[in-house]
């Protein structure tokens, strides 16, 4: 009889395939075996040839939920078949090449089971099975069994375990398996410890969240902290307590409907929601009103969708939204251990409600946000880490490389034989206790992966915290070391995710972001480039500005804005023509005098073509957080808020950028624009209408210059990436203009434009130089 070997390769492990594989094997009256190792699923099938080619077309058509194919290997098999029968046979683990799987939202089976009154899992929080619940969160080393999980400490029940050992269950091999008799508990604290409502936390922690309370839960990758979203003055007391004073919280509701009282959700932002990955999605606010303090100066909210058991059981109590925002003090990780929450959190919470599930590996809550008409990661971190990227051909002949990320919204990056793991978001290594949770983080990815670099790839700015880790791991680890620039990283960031080909030849892109350090020591950030995976050109950028007062001018606005008006007019000139403009009047009261010897004399006042900065300074000038911002971008984020509500109706102004050449490279200035701008201040012109044309102003000059470029190379692929293309308006606008004139554009959508997807591109350059 006929036999065929079949290697299955991606998420196959933990997530339903072995059982599915079973399942049609004897639909299709073949027999065998299949089993687990350290590739993936191999599968020993034999039968007539059409019943063989029948059941490997319904493979990758037959898929479980959680699973994702990479490929499919069928070679013929001489061996004999050593049973008359299909069987599920013991793992064979070697090196691990196997990703893991992403945690997953509760599946439609289990939702059922819980609220049903005559099923054992009634009520029951932590209820899952192969097809849904905790993976990465859970872990501790490979493979991925129940003793290698925090589950260990939660012995199966005998109707538990006859699911587990059971091929047609769903729950077959489900290594989290478990029921009110076996599993994890839940139990709700106050702020001395005394357990509250023994028998049914979850409706007193509703309770609660009603009449104001805030309350400490304990999730699926971490802590949140949650109060009712509809009271404005829980949600301040929220905001000062946890010294969180500006930044938008996340909100969770119990369905799509309650979402669309509050905020416009159309197909493709309600199958984000709706999807088994569960991000925030960011929509449009509208109709009902939730407290004003859930997203200051902000048209958007951040809606997400209950995705454990817990959170569903909760939310079928509250017929309104909850804020559901990251159980810490602002700019620390979130709490993940019961003990350190309670500490951490005591001046915060009022209540705890707790389990007794370790979570091994912190998850924060992923972010999407519909963008030029794709759903676009703006955080990747639960639901979608640690998804591997199948890289073109070619890259799986590299040794294993370590990318160490940027130091903002950081993340790092594994690539062993041809596959990338880029870690969820660790954070702003600025803060001592992210730097520690990012350390271990690498450490657990390593250990789970059996990861040993041989090469290790860092930022080249020598100040960010991940480059100088980098180093000394480097040096530990005796392995190499290399430097890639910050701004190529992200173009080649974006041809990974596209899968496009090793070999291609070098595409054209704008990376517009805060700043990156460039060839030459100074700062980039609005910056046109040409390139590959190995090299690139710098063909044009903004205008250099200085930054005075260094890191400084990234928290204060004001700063950027001076220093833009003083590089395009004499300050006399300004106070003469445009004393009656608030701005001036604003500037006035800050200590110039410093600030001009600092820009005279080069004193911590460094130059560079950021494209963040550039916006910080339109926004001061139209007072939009001119003195100091709360959190990154958040200037820059008023000031598209500001342009949305008039963009339709405005247009650039006219001469507002004008190209010059340096070293024959295109310069793009902006004389004009400032000038038009305090001609509308100084005549009353609308402040939206301002921000709107300054945005059209923007996406013309970028897509003059792009297709400048175009014709000179004959290049007509286009990577738009960086974080100020997070702003929907000047996404939409340049990649919808170079469409329409036939220009390929190739954008970010699975990992973020922003430096959380930098470690991918780091990785891939270092690995096709290693190819050279």
């Avoid at 059982?19 to 094997?25: D, E, K, M, R, S």
């Avoid at 619940?133 to 538990?160: N, W």
């Avoid at 989290?176 to 936390?201: F, V």
């Avoid at 993940?336 to 979570?359: C, P, Q, V």
Wanted: charged share 20%.
């Amino acid at each position: 009889m006929p036999g065929k070997a079949i290697r299955a390769r991606g998420v196959v492990q933990g997530v339903g395939f072995r059982p599915t594989i079973w399942h049609l094997a004897r639909q299709h009256r073949l027999t065998g075996e299949v089993w687990n190792d350290g590739e993936g699923v191999m599968i020993h099938a034999f039968g007539s040839d059409a019943d063989l080619n029948e059941f490997i077309r319904q493979i990758p058509l037959q898929l479980p939920p959680l699973a994702l194919l990479d490929s499919l290997e069928v070679q013929a098999f001489e061996g004999a078949a050593s049973s008359t029968e299909f069987r599920i046979i013991n793992s064979q683990h070697n090196d691990v090449q196997t990703p893991i799987a992403a945690d997953a939202a509760t599946c439609p089976a289990c939702l059922a089971e819980i609220a049903d009154p005559n099923n054992r899992r009634y009520g029951y929080p932590f209820t899952n099975c192969t097809h849904c619940g905790p993976r990465l969160s859970i872990v501790k080393q490979m493979p991925y069994d129940r003793c290698h999980t925090s589950m260990a400490a939660f012995a199966l029940c005998p109707e538990c375990q006859g699911e587990y050992d059971d091929p047609a269950d769903r729950r077959f091999h489900a290594q989290a398996n478990c029921c009110p008799s076996c599993g994890p508990s839940l139990w709700l604290e106050d702020k001395q410890g005394r357990l509250t409502n023994l028998s049914d936390p979850i409706s007193h922690t509703a309770e609660l969240i009603r009449l104001g309370y805030i309350v400490a839960i304990k999730g699926l990758g971490g802590f949140h902290l949650a109060c009712h979203a509809a009271d404005a003055e829980a949600v301040n007391r929220l905001r000062q307590r946890k010294r969180r004073y500006a930044k938008p919280f996340a909100l969770m509701a119990r369905d799509i409907q309650t979402i669309a009282r509050y905020a416009t959700v159309n197909a493709l932002e309600s199958a984000a929601l709706q999807d088994k990955a569960a991000p925030i999605v960011l929509l449009h606010a509208q109709c009902d009103t939730l407290a004003p303090g859930i997203a200051p100066d902000d048209d958007k909210l951040g809606f997400m969708l209950p995705y454990t058991p817990l959170h569903s059981l909760l939310l079928q109590h509250l017929s309104a939204p909850i804020v559901l925002t990251s159980g810490n003090i602002s700019d620390e990780p979130q709490c993940i251990a019961n003990e350190d929450a309670k500490s951490k959190l005591a001046g915060i919470a009022d209540y705890w409600l707790l389990h007794d599930r370790a979570i091994i590996n912190r998850l924060d809550d992923s972010v999407a946000r519909l963008m030029d008409n794709k759903i676009r990661l703006l955080r990747r971190a639960r639901g979608y880490s640690p998804q591997a990227l199948q890289l073109p051909a070619g890259f799986e002949k590299t040794g294993n490389i370590l990318a160490m990320g940027a130091e903002l919204k950081n993340s790092f990056c594994l690539l062993k034989k041809g596959q990338a793991v880029v870690s969820q978001h660790i954070g702003d290594l600025e803060s001592a206790a992210v730097q520690h949770d990012y350390r271990n983080a690498i450490a657990l990815y390593r250990q789970l992966y059996q990861f040993e670099p041989e090469h290790i790839v860092i930022d080249r700015h020598p100040g960010y915290l991940s480059s100088q880790y980098g180093q000394s791991l480097s040096a530990h680890e005796n392995c190499g070391l290399s430097a890639v620039q910050h701004h190529h990283a992200h173009l080649v960031a974006c041809l990974a995710e596209h899968g496009i080909g090793l070999d291609t030849k070098p595409v054209l892109a704008a990376i517009f972001d805060g700043l990156g350090m460039g060839n030459d020591g100074e700062l980039w950030g609005g910056e046109f480039l040409l390139g590959d995976y190995r090299e690139f050109t710098r063909l044009g950028h903004f205008q250099p500005i200085a930054l005075p007062g260094g890191n400084q001018a990234m928290r204060e606005p004001w700063r950027n804005l001076y220093a833009q008006l003083q590089h395009y007019f004499a300050w006399s000139t300004l106070q003469q023509d445009y004393a009656e403009l608030e701005m001036l009047k604003f500037l006035l009261n800050k200590p110039l005098a410093t600030l001009d010897t600092m820009l005279a004399k080069n004193l911590n006042a460094p130059l560079c073509s950021s494209c963040g900065r550039w916006f910080d300074a339109f926004a001061a000038a139209l007072g939009l957080h001119a003195a100091q911002i709360d959190y990154e971008g958040q200037a820059a984020i008023a000031l598209e808020t500001l342009a949305t509500t008039r963009f339709a109706g405005q247009q650039a102004y006219q001469d507002a950028w004008a190209i010059s050449s340096d070293n024959s490279m295109a310069v793009l200035g902006w004389r004009g624009l400032w000038l038009a701008v305090l001609n509308d201040l100084k005549g009353g012109i609308d402040t939206a209408d301002i921000a709107a044309r300054i945005h059209h102003s923007l996406i013309e000059a970028s897509v003059s210059l792009l297709i400048k470029f175009s014709t000179e190379t004959g290049t007509d692929c286009i990577v738009l990436s960086g974080g100020a293309f997070q702003n929907h308006l000047l996404l939409e606008g340049v990649s919808g203009q170079l469409r329409a004139m036939g220009k390929t554009v190739l954008t970010p959508q699975s990992y973020p434009l922003n430096d959380g997807g930098l470690a991918l591109g780091q990785a891939a350059i270092a690995a096709a130089k290693s190819l050279t």
